[in-house]
């Protein structure tokens, strides 16, 4: 009974985490451009190849030449999964700055070279340079940013696309002989090329990410992201589109609404309530069983699928910030190129597959009823909730949870906070430190310009505090902290 009332009450002090590290005021200058490329480029794909559930933001600074093909999206799904795969980050975020620019002159000509294969081919080369940008922003947003600018470049990544799809009637015209969309663009990759220029001369803050084995439970994340890009991005739109009474404008406007709760949301229960971002998720998951069975009654209460619209908006931000935080987080804590690469492949193949199925849906002649989709994504949300234990328990341990909410988590900084998790005063840290790092008790005090007795009384309280017995315990329980 009283291993039941434990686990409860450790349960609900999990829900509540310490967030005052998220802190707006921990973004960087010096992180700033990293900062402002990941929010650029996820503004420039989602205005023209994603989303894939049909609410795009397209610009006419190339459509009208070179058509809506999806295999522009191919080249760029390809070139972006492959060249961190083949590459170290080193090597190709430095080389972002060409690409950016062979992407400005492409876009520069295509106008000028009318419809033809000429045109076709600048947007085939463009795509091929978008996919090295996106992956050159994938790659600092995961192994540049500390936890703040990573949560609140998220935030903003979210938010700007969705403001540019609330206003894109307004913005869908000419004026003055200037099409406001074709302007934004240019303006996105302008700015890309600013920040890119800042990576080629800037190198040393690129880290190099290592051979090392990854604890399997970490791969548990993997469909996790999978659930929650699934649902968001492909199942709740698709669903969206199948309600016939409600125009395209009104469920976009709603879904808009929908996001901006959902940022609200975010912020409130991390800045004032202090909610774990685990349990954020699980807000996600609800609000779109809550989506697709409101959706269902939109068949007869044509209210039932502006409120679906409002319910997908707001999981789609709530998911999307918290899923990307929360894989991006864990990929600089391990510093792993398998890791990595295994998080980028299957990605890549997720949204190929999604948008192979969907483009078969687009256009076949079959139309699903929306009770099916909602039925089958229920079911999707309902394995998620099964298994919520089993994640709560593999996100847990190995102090995942505990690292998000860390201004860093380089391995200085893992070290000290696990240290602390131990109750080590700052001298016996400091001393453990030295331990670690194979300095001697009497080399240690001469370091400190101490007693030896002081160490040896610091060393005795250490190994007392982490149970432990002897020097080689302490390497074997701080091994995954000790710097390579």
Not at 428 to 436: D, M, Q
Request: proline letters at 4%; charged letters at 15%.
């Amino acid at each position: 009974m009283q291993l039941h009332v434990f686990n409860v009450k450790k349960s609900f002090q999990n829900f509540f985490r310490s967030a005052e590290t998220l802190s707006i005021k921990a973004i960087s200058k010096k992180n700033l451009p990293y900062f402002v490329g990941w929010i650029a480029v996820f503004i420039l794909l989602y205005s023209y190849f994603l989303p894939m559930g049909g609410f795009k933001f397209e610009s006419r600074l190339y459509n009208d030449n070179v058509g809506n093909s999806p295999i522009y999206y191919y080249i760029w799904l390809l070139s972006g999964a492959m060249i961190p795969v083949l590459f170290d980050g080193k090597k190709f975020v430095p080389k972002t700055f060409y690409s950016v620019i062979v992407v400005l002159i492409s876009l520069i000509l295509i106008p000028f070279t009318g419809i033809g294969l000429v045109s076709k081919a600048l947007m085939l080369i463009a795509s091929a340079c978008i996919g090295h940008i996106f992956a050159s922003n994938v790659y600092t947003f995961f192994m540049v940013l500390n936890n703040s600018e990573k949560f609140y470049s998220m935030v903003l990544a979210v938010l700007i696309p969705k403001v540019i799809m609330f206003f894109k009637p307004t913005l869908d015209q000419v004026y003055f002989g200037v099409h406001l969309p074709s302007v934004i663009i240019s303006s996105i990759i302008l700015i890309l090329a600013f920040f890119s220029y800042f990576f080629k001369y800037n190198i040393d803050e690129i880290p190099t990410l290592s051979k090392i084995k990854v604890p399997t439970k970490a791969y548990y994340l993997m469909p996790l992201v999978f659930m929650v890009l699934a649902l968001n991005e492909v199942i709740a739109p698709a669903t969206l589109q199948q309600i016939e009474a409600i125009s395209k404008n009104q469920i976009e406007s709603y879904y808009f609404w929908g996001s901006l709760i959902g940022i609200a949301i975010i912020i409130l229960l991390q800045k004032l309530f202090s909610i774990n971002i685990y349990y954020m998720l699980h807000i996600s998951f609800s609000l779109l069983t809550i989506g697709f069975v409101v959706n269902i009654l939109s068949l007869q209460y044509r209210i039932a699928g502006l409120a679906s619209a409002v319910c997908f908006g707001s999981s789609y931000a709530i998911g999307f910030v918290n899923i990307y935080y929360l894989a991006g987080f864990m990929t600089k804590k391990f510093q792993s190129i398998t890791f990595y690469r295994v998080g980028i492949i299957l990605s890549a193949l997720y949204y190929l597959i999604s948008f192979i199925v969907l483009e078969m849906f687009n256009y076949s002649e079959i139309v699903a009823p929306p009770i099916y989709l909602a039925l089958g994504a229920i079911f999707i949300v309902m394995i998620f909730f099964i298994l919520s234990p089993f994640f709560i328990h593999i996100f847990y341990s190995g102090e995942w949870i505990d690292d998000s909410y860390r201004v860093d988590v380089t391995k200085h900084s893992r070290l000290e906070a696990k240290l602390k998790d131990y109750k080590l005063t700052p001298a016996e840290i400091e001393v453990c430190r030295l331990l670690l790092d194979g300095y001697t008790l009497r080399q240690i005090a001469s370091v400190q310009s101490k007693a030896y007795a002081t160490i040896n009384t610091y060393c005795t309280s250490i190994y007392r505090k982490l149970n432990i017995n002897s020097r080689a315990e302490l390497f074997l329980n701080m091994q995954d902290y000790i710097e390579k």
